[in-house]
């Protein structure tokens, strides 16, 4: 029986993955698009009012999954087992889909006082659960939902961008699939705990080019990443892989039906491997590859330091290392050009050769609950209990840009994107 190491929740939850590349949007105004406790908001920054909203009603405790676009749509899984794509602009729905429910049940959908949508579950306590953010490819979305083990298993999903119709469905290595699918040469690649799956983008499972049962020693519960020619890895140790990829999958994978060709007896398939001396530990689960850099988060050994680490993508050497001297809430790479977060105590930016740009104190009644975006004039927007705040790096003084109500709780639910006019 496959063993599975138990995963940290946090970690899982705080999952971010920078898109391959930015999709084209054109909307009318600077937008922000806002993701919170199964609801989607559209507010437009220039009128500072709220354009249109979506609530999934199931969902409206905890949902926990992020959001991708295209130059249309955004598409957003809810861990009840709702599925929707949505118009960026005007917010009309796409589709609709609970996969939680059997095809003969009907989806339950009401129009609230203020014109927004609301969906229920028809009471279904069946599988699945998303927890993972979808991969848009070749029009279409892939997605694997996370199982429950001795009642229903992890499936790998792939669903027409355009009118929501499943094409294809899979059964996953493993419960626990809990990150984005990334894509290389017209395959996808899925971390199912141990296992690292392999899906043509038909969705059909394939072989990796190692053994059938190869399994990596410890969890890949970090998001993967992938180059024109690498799949960059990550397990719950901290420890960082390269991996060597081409058309047929892994270019160093043997004979198939060799136990001994696998992940813990065969050091050679990997390209580079990566641990830190001074932060041993997994810091949180982001990965982000741009600029030939790829970027990890860590933490010291007795966990009270954290530091974002760039590594040469080519050869995994360290290249910089930004240590705040606090732990790190959130982060991620903001425009391709900079990195931008916040500690338990401040706000950063840092640009992609390490150097720290600014750096200010958090204003404890702005305390930010989701990622931070650089809007078109540089400043900095990210969203409080409150509303929408933004700080302008010149003053490096926080202000309630959108007064609006949101719930914030100890867990990171929260996911916004600024598109420019």
């Not at 419960?175 to 983008?201: C, F, G, M, R, T």
Request: charged residues 25%.
């Amino acid at each position: 029986m496959k063993k599975i190491i138990a995963i940290s929740i946090v970690a899982v939850l705080m999952s971010c993955n920078s898109e391959k590349t930015e999709a084209e949007v054109i909307v009318p105004n600077e937008t922000l698009i806002v993701s919170s406790k199964g609801k989607l908001f559209n507010f437009n920054l220039e009128t500072k009012q709220l354009t249109w909203k979506y609530v999934s009603k199931e969902d409206t405790l905890m949902n926990r999954n992020r959001f991708s676009y295209d130059e249309n749509s955004i598409y957003l899984p809810f861990e009840s087992g709702r599925f929707i794509s949505a118009q960026i602009v005007s917010g009309k729905i796409n589709w609709n889909h609970n996969y939680k429910d059997a095809p003969d049940q009907a989806v339950a959908a009401t129009v609230a006082e203020d014109g927004s949508i609301v969906t229920e579950n028809s009471g279904s306590d069946f599988g699945p659960i998303f927890m993972s953010r979808p991969l848009l490819y070749n029009n279409n979305v892939y997605i694997a939902s996370a199982g429950r083990p001795g009642e229903f298993t992890s499936r790998f999903y792939v669903i027409n961008a355009k009118n929501g119709n499943t094409s294809s469905t899979s059964e996953n290595s493993t419960n626990y699939n809990y990150y984005q699918p990334v894509e290389n040469s017209d395959n996808i690649y899925l971390n199912s705990a141990v296992y690292l799956d392999l899906h043509y983008k038909e969705g059909t499972f394939a072989s990796n080019g190692m053994y059938e049962g190869a399994a990596f020693e410890n969890p890949l519960y970090t998001q993967m990443q992938t180059s024109k020619k690498y799949l960059f890895v990550g397990d719950d140790y901290g420890v960082f892989h390269a991996l060597a990829i081409d058309k047929k999958g892994l270019a160093k994978g043997g004979d198939i039906t060799n136990p001994k060709n696998n992940f813990i007896d065969r050091k050679d398939i990997f390209e580079w491997t990566y641990q830190s001396k001074k932060y041993p530990r997994l810091g949180d689960d982001q990965t982000s590859l741009t600029n030939d850099l790829f970027i990890v988060c860590k933490k010291s050994e007795d966990e009270s330091k954290m530091a974002l680490i760039a590594l040469d993508a080519r050869s995994g050497k360290e290249k910089w290392l930004f240590e705040p001297q606090d732990m790190i809430k959130n982060w991620q790479v903001v425009n391709q050009n900079e990195v931008v977060g916040y500690t338990k105590n401040k706000i950063f930016v840092v640009d992609l050769k390490g150097k720290t740009t600014l750096e200010i104190p958090i204003d404890l009644s702005l305390y930010p609950v989701s990622n931070i975006e650089v809007n078109a004039k540089k400043q900095l927007l990210y969203m409080t209990g409150k509303g929408i705040v933004s700080i302008d790096r010149d003053f490096k003084k926080a202000e309630l840009l959108i007064a609006h109500t949101f719930y914030p709780s100890s867990i990171p639910l929260n996911q916004i994107k600024y598109f420019n006019k």
